[in-house]
């Protein structure tokens, strides 16, 4: 039986109309979603949302992060700044599920002004269910945390 993960998601102001109905579309698929902001298209800050979901994840609090921006990659920048976030940058189904298998990524990144609802929401799913390969990629993973120690 597969159990339920505990998924948290943000975004900032440009993608909060992109978040609202994926989340709605999200649960209606019967994912449980924990929206932490922004809560509306006129304000919404991506470091300090980034920063909360990172933070979280890494704390075991949930199991995984979607993060949507204008483009993905200011959220992926500030995820990534939290210790232990591996956050992937994706807007097509492949890289996505290569981001778990080989890079075991807790966090998924993108942009709504270069997907389309549709798309995210098949990535997400195939990104929710990818399994981290192990092996010659956990010595990788392993090393990056290494690194995360150096700074």
Not at 131 to 147: A, V
Request: charged share 25%.
């Amino acid at each position: 039986m597969q159990t339920q993960l505990k998924i948290i998601m943000g975004c900032d102001l440009a993608a909060y109309d992109f978040k609202t109905q994926a989340i709605a579309d999200l649960c209606r698929r019967g994912y449980t979603i924990t929206d932490i902001g922004c809560h509306n298209s006129m304000e919404g800050e991506y470091p300090q949302i980034a920063e909360e979901a990172g933070k979280r994840v890494v704390s075991g609090e949930f199991d995984r992060g979607l993060l949507v921006c204008g483009t993905g990659q200011g959220m992926a920048m500030a995820a990534n700044k939290v210790k232990g976030v591996r956050a992937a940058l994706c807007y097509d189904i492949f890289p996505a599920l290569l981001s778990r298998e080989h890079n075991n990524s807790n966090i998924l990144a993108t942009g709504c002004w270069m997907i389309t609802l549709e798309k995210y929401l098949e990535m997400v799913e195939v990104w929710l269910f990818g399994k981290f390969n192990g092996g010659r990629h956990e010595t990788r993973i392993d090393y990056m945390l290494e690194m995360e120690k150096k700074v």
